[in-house]
């Protein structure tokens, strides 16, 4: 029988965050997410063989939870319900996760992960976004009858850069959003759509 974990990877992973929102990626090192985690520094190595890797894992993390929703939404049977649902969805993920969207509109992924990290985790890296650019693509067939780069171009843009756009500046300074935002940038995404 296995021995339970003491110390969660969930808990490692959120030190991790926390550390890079409040202080820094350079403030984060192994020791100070032990500190923070309650985890012993061997622990945290024996799951993640360097603070890279560590990073990496965290931002993954980050992205798959904002992308879980974004696919569902643009799959709806209407396209243009389905990209102001993928944009609104965002916006939904930033209300509901604050902290994780901070992460991903204040630092790029270049910005934590500097070092050596293992192929699993470049080859997780580099399909990321592939379900998002599918239903990107999808979308602009469905809303303009081809996936040209220019019609691709102007979905990513109704629901992905207007939405990060409305959350923002307010995340970044600690407000809270507002219904008021979010409707606002419904009309926006109809907008843009419709240009």
Not at 19 to 40: F, K, Q
Not at 106 to 127: M, W
Not at 129 to 134: D, H, I
């Amino acid at each position: 029988m296995a021995r339970p974990q003491l110390h969660s990877t969930e808990r490692i992973l959120d030190s991790a965050r926390t550390l890079v929102l409040d202080r820094g990626a350079g403030a984060a090192t192994v020791a100070e997410i032990a500190r923070v985690s309650g985890a012993p520094p061997g622990s945290i190595y024996h799951r993640f063989p360097s603070l890279a890797e560590l990073f990496a894992q965290v931002w993954i993390r980050a992205v798959r939870r904002s992308q879980s929703e974004f696919a569902a939404a643009a799959a709806d049977p209407d396209p243009t319900r389905a990209a102001v649902a993928a944009a609104l969805s965002v916006y939904d993920f930033c209300e509901r996760n604050p902290v994780d969207a901070r992460l991903l509109l204040s630092f790029r992924r270049e910005d934590l992960i500097e070092g050596p990290i293992s192929q699993a985790a470049k080859q997780e890296l580099a399909e990321l976004n592939e379900p998002v650019r599918t239903a990107m693509a999808d979308l602009a067939r469905r809303l303009y009858g081809r996936a040209s780069r220019d019609r691709v171009d102007r979905v990513a843009l109704a629901v992905l850069d207007l939405p990060h756009g409305a959350v923002r500046r307010p995340l970044i300074e600690g407000r809270k959003l507002s219904q008021g935002r979010r409707t606002a940038l419904e009309g926006a995404v109809r907008a843009a759509l419709a240009a």
